[in-house]
């Protein structure tokens, strides 16, 4: 073989490996472990399929493309029949700028991005498991797709919010000015003057003139129409006042959004009249307040049968994004923020049921009251025991964290933590916050505030796992407790407390030398504390490392449970002052396990 030949070789040998890699380089099936944005595939080439599988619940599958101009990327998710699978798109850094959780199948859409830069495709299960394929063309630059390079800065904080989210727990005293005044009214920026808390004149309607903030009041959780019209305009026999008379008496300009289970078709739309005003309504607010009542009246109010957004809710959300819009709710309006919404059911049932009855807005028509007043059964109620839980597509205004509210304080329904732990294992969220009543959460990007006379439960199933079997059990779920005036940070999960004395040191002894432990965990008394806090708090003062908390069973529920509070490295509890205390804690990352 002479020179040339051999030299022909040699460059067509390289011509191939090199034209062998550049192929190699797209990726075709996902590679685990990629849960997280921090273990994302890459190589993910515009155009080319990918396939994949998702296991359960907490199974996310994560894959990075890197963009090399601004541009339109289209991603089109199809899967197994029987299951429903969701797809949320990530900048470098932030929460989500959109997503497709819908009944579609495939699920697609497209984003217009303004520039070059790294993006992040999540797909995780909104219902069953299965195998499914992602294809996503983007602006690539013609290379083939990504071939890795460096991760970003600040990788995307998962559970961060893109504006400020006010979630009342329910029940919020009427007077309760720390909440409306210094912190709802403040958030908006228009807290120039004290309202007068006597006078439901507070504020002019001319939204054009008015310098009070302009709220826009959403009582589509209440039965009906009518129902709502009532409680927007009318103050109680009982001196209950009116959300009119009540917006106005904390220095607030509210109007109301005449949309409704029973009128949802017509004034959710953009074609009627009264359908076109409330979105002009909205294209003027400041905030929308989302009263209480059943969150499923919610989701088939401003949501399409598919769970898509209705023009109405297409306009919230457009001014939420451009950071025109706070989006407040109470009860139900916070129980229906976060992407995927539970409700009904008791702690105990939801451990006894393990995996979450799922519907869409589709299964909720409006049915009218009895004739004698009493509303139809929430189509979230459990058909074959109450005490279980369904969950339903939500508003999204909260990403990747559940919800709950009443959380330890509702005698008549009982304490809520049982059931917001077996909501983190089947919907799939690794952070959930449960809000007491008369206290609020308060979401301003990356930092949740509480207010308010209760207290917020944080839970954190990051590094916890969950049993496989027919019977629910958890273990290292971390568990936080916050009072007015502590917040926590969603990304890096740190809390900040302005309470100085740490429990267990010299300057604030453990105030009790045994364990207080429960027999009824969930049981709330009279006074509306729960068993679940008092026992948590007593743990975090204790001498012992532990509390335990019993759930007996009863005849809907046959199965036991037993939940384990304790301390280890990670946990530190602060309150205001040593000696006998009765007053705030904070209690930072102790652990709970239930089996």
Partial sequence: MNTRTLMK???????????????????????????????????????????????????????????????????????????????????????????????????????????????????????????????????????????????????????????????????????????????????TGKNTTTPNINSTTNCSTDWNTTPCPRVAIITAAAVNQADGVDKFTNDTATGTWSYYNLFQRHGFSPKHILSHHDTYASNSGNTSTQGQANIAIINQADLVYVIGGDQSRLARTFLKDDGSDSPLMAAIRSRYNAGSLIYAGDSAGTAIAPSTSYGEGISIGYLNQNTLRSITPANCPYTAPASDGTPAPSCLTHPSNVDYGTKIKGFGFIPNANVDTHFDNRASRSGRLGRMIAALKNIGPTVSYGVDQNTALYVNGDVATVYGAGGVFVAEATSSNFGTGTKFSATAVRLSYLTAGDSFKFSDRTITTSKTYLIGSTSAPYQFSTTANSSDIFAVDANGLGSTTATFRHMADQTPTSSTGTAPSDSYNPSSFTLTFKRDGQTQSYKNASGTYSGPYTIKKALIDIN
Avoid at 11 to 33: D, M, V, W
Avoid at 58 to 72: E, M
Avoid at 148 to 155: F, L
Avoid at 179 to 185: E, P
Wanted: hydrophobic share 30%; aromatic share 10%.
């Fill in 9 to 187: 070789g040699v460059i067509t040998l390289f011509a191939s490996l090199c034209f062998q890699t550049s192929f190699a380089a797209c990726l075709t099936s996902e590679s685990e472990s990629n849960n997280t944005d921090t273990t994302a595939n890459k190589g993910l080439c515009s155009g080319t399929a990918v396939t994949g599988s998702i296991s359960s619940s907490t199974d996310y599958d994560w894959y990075r493309i890197d963009l090399v101009a601004g541009g339109t990327i289209s991603i089109n998710l199809a899967h197994a029949s029987g299951i429903d699978l969701d797809w949320y798109l990530y900048p470098a850094t932030g929460s989500y700028v959109t997503y497709k959780s819908t009944s579609s199948n495939p699920e697609t859409g497209n984003y217009i991005a303004p520039a070059a830069g790294t993006y992040y495709i999540r797909v995780k299960s909104y219902s069953g498991s299965g195998a499914y394929t992602l294809t996503v063309t983007y602006p690539d630059g013609g290379t083939g797709g990504n071939t890795g390079g460096g991760d970003p800065t600040t990788p995307p904080t998962t559970s961060a919010v893109t504006g400020k989210v006010w979630l009342n727990g329910g029940a919020i005293s009427q007077t309760n000015t720390a909440i409306f005044v210094s912190g709802l009214r403040q958030a």
